[in-house]
Every structure is written in C-alpha cells, then in structure tokens.
C-alpha cells in the first residue's frame, strides 16, 4: 500500500481524535455539554444519571424492603485499608482489599444478594445553590455523596459492565451551624490532597453508617435505573437516593473547594468544584420510592448565580474538529515533514 502525506495526516488526525475521546473533565473543551460527542455510544444513552427526582411522580414499590449493613459499616474500624484521593475530578475514598475491609449491603430491593463498597466520592459546588448531582422538584442541594458497591458475583471491573453490577447509594448534604464528626476525620488530611493525583492512607478511625442519613431515616429512599455519571457513563448502576441529608458546615464545604485539578488541559490548576453533571432525561423510566408523598418539604439549598457548569440538559452538541494539543500537533507536523523527506529522497 503506498503511503501519501495526505493520507498519513489522516491517520496523524484519527489518533489525536482517539486519543482525546479518553479525555474528559466537567468544563472547557472536555465539558459536560461534550460528553454525548466523545462518547456516543454510552454517554448518549436513553438510562443516563443523574435525575431530576419529582416527588408526585414517584411511583411507590412495596417491594423496597429496608437495607440491611454489614458489621463492618457499624464497627468503628481502623482506616489503614483505605486510602483517599485527588482524582483530578473528585476526592475519592477507596476501600483496599483486607481482612478488615467487609463493607457490604444486601436487601432494599436489589437485584443482587450482596453489594460490597468499593469507593465512595463527592460531588460539590463553587456556591451552596449547586453541587448535587441528583436534583429533588428541581433544586439542587450543596453536595452529594456516592458510596459505590459491586455485586459480588463479580469481581469490579467486571461488575461496571453488567445490568445488575453496581449499587450506588446517592447521600445528599445540606449546611449546618455544625461539622459533620465522619467527615471531619478525613477532612484532616486534605491539606494533603490540594493537586491532582496525590494520595494519603488514612489512619484514623471512623464509623462508615455515620455517613449516611441517621438510621430511622434508611428507609426513606428512591429507587430508578440508570448509569454512572462520568464517562463512560455505563448504564449498569441500581440507584438509591436517599431523601434525608446529612448535615456539613461551610468551612468543610470549604475544604473540598479549596482542592484543585488540571483536567482542562491547558497546563493551569484550577479550583475543583462544579464537579457534577446536569441531570438527564428520564425517557420513560419509572422512579420508585418507598413512601408516597402529598407535601414534600422544599431542599435547603441558597439562592446565588448561575455558574458555568449548566444544570439543565440541552440539545446535545454537533461533533465538531477534533482539537490537537501542542505536543500532539507537533508530532503531527514532524511526521509529516519526515514523509516529505522521505519522498524526496525516493524521487531522487
């Protein structure tokens, strides 16, 4: 097969394509509004989360029995199996493999028999009207915790690929007079934390069910299907959101806001926060809850400006030219001058 420059360029273009189609971030050219371009097949999806929860649509489910935690969610257990870190688009708590790591839930209705926790993350927002991934009558609460669980008749990787694979427990959080005590114990490592890929074991002790809403409130929750809520945005996710909010002060909510990512690529660290995706379509799925509402009380959130993550979804966006960075376009270049000399030479 004979190689022309034109064709080489493009295949030079085709990879700087793919290769940015692995990229994503919350704003900029690797935004939200980007995602259903770069990844078609899944972040275009008609299962996709999160959702705008409407309390008079909701459809009860008698079949939602309460959750039922494992000894370990209880215990106050030592953290030196977990680690915390700055992923570039959240802090992440993830639970390493140990004998003392025997986080798991079973029953509320799940597909599976027995969830184990993986990780949990937090979504926020640069002001207290914004941050929730999940919205409830429209509003947005100040943060929103996820504690994500594998069935384990998988191992995870696999699990992030099957219809009942993972169960993800969505928290949201409101501001109080008052710190959150589990929150606060990781919270004293963050200082650790402050760039994009630096990680910490943590040594203190805390109970993990002090994470979610008090226990007489479990049995308060929504159930729908959906999906993960970056990309890949697999839509392999049992979701259930969880009506009660745990309480955080500011200066915590502070805490997240003062980390930073450089995830737009542009060489630069920015504040990590607006760190959600806008809700999407329900396309004629069924939400379920527990309890059947005729007056449910309005989110605490704070009224504030709009910010530059949209909460709403629009048209999804035309594909557009793939954008090449520096190093990328000058590989392009290099390449193609070598084959314009590489011809040159063969003519003579």
């Not at 935690?69 to 199996?81: M, R």
């Not at 994009?196 to 109970?207: A, C, D, I, Y």
């Not at 990590?272 to 379509?281: A, V, Y």
Request: charged content about 15%.
């Amino acid at each position: 097969m004979k190689l022309t420059g034109t064709s080489l360029f493009l295949s030079v273009s085709l990879f700087v394509c793919i290769s940015n189609a692995a990229d994503w971030s919350y704003t900029g050219d690797y935004g939200v509004d980007k995602w259903n371009t770069a990844f078609p097949v899944s972040c275009g999806g008609r299962m996709q989360s999160p959702i705008d929860i409407q309390s008079k649509n909701l459809t009860k489910n008698n079949t939602l029995t309460s959750f039922v935690f494992s000894q370990g969610y209880e215990d106050q257990s030592s953290l030196s199996s977990y680690e915390l870190i700055n992923n570039g688009h959240t802090v992440q708590l993830n639970v390493l493999d140990g004998p003392q790591t025997t986080l798991s839930i079973s029953g509320g209705g799940l597909p599976g028999t027995e969830y184990k926790l993986a990780q949990f993350h937090m979504h926020w927002g640069s002001q207290g009207c914004v941050g929730s991934e999940h919205t409830l009558d429209g509003q947005h609460f100040p943060m929103e915790l996820h504690l994500v669980h594998y069935n384990t008749k998988y191992n995870f990787s696999y699990a992030t690929t099957q219809p009942d694979g993972l169960a993800v427990l969505g928290v949201f959080a409101v501001v109080s007079d008052e710190a959150h005590k589990a929150l606060d114990v990781l919270l004293q490592q963050f200082s650790q934390l402050k760039y994009s890929g630096s990680k910490v074991n943590v040594t203190n002790s805390f109970t993990m069910i002090n994470m979610l809403p008090p226990k007489g409130n479990l049995t308060d929750f929504i159930r729908y299907s959906g999906s993960l809520t970056t990309p890949n945005c697999n839509e392999v996710v049992t979701w259930t959101v969880f009506r009660e909010p745990i309480r955080i002060s500011e200066t915590q909510l502070n805490a997240l806001r003062a980390l930073s990512h450089n995830d737009d690529h542009d060489g630069q660290d920015h504040p990590l926060e607006d760190n959600f995706r806008p809700t999407q379509p329900l396309n004629g799925r069924v939400v379920y809850s527990t309890m059947t509402y005729t007056n449910p009380p309005k989110p605490e959130t704070q009224n504030c400006q709009p910010t530059s993550n949209p909460t709403t979804v629009s048209t999804p966006p035309q594909p557009k030219a793939c954008k090449a960075s520096t190093i990328e376009f000058s590989l392009m270049v290099y390449a193609m001058v070598a084959l314009w000399a590489g011809l040159k030479i063969i003519d003579l």
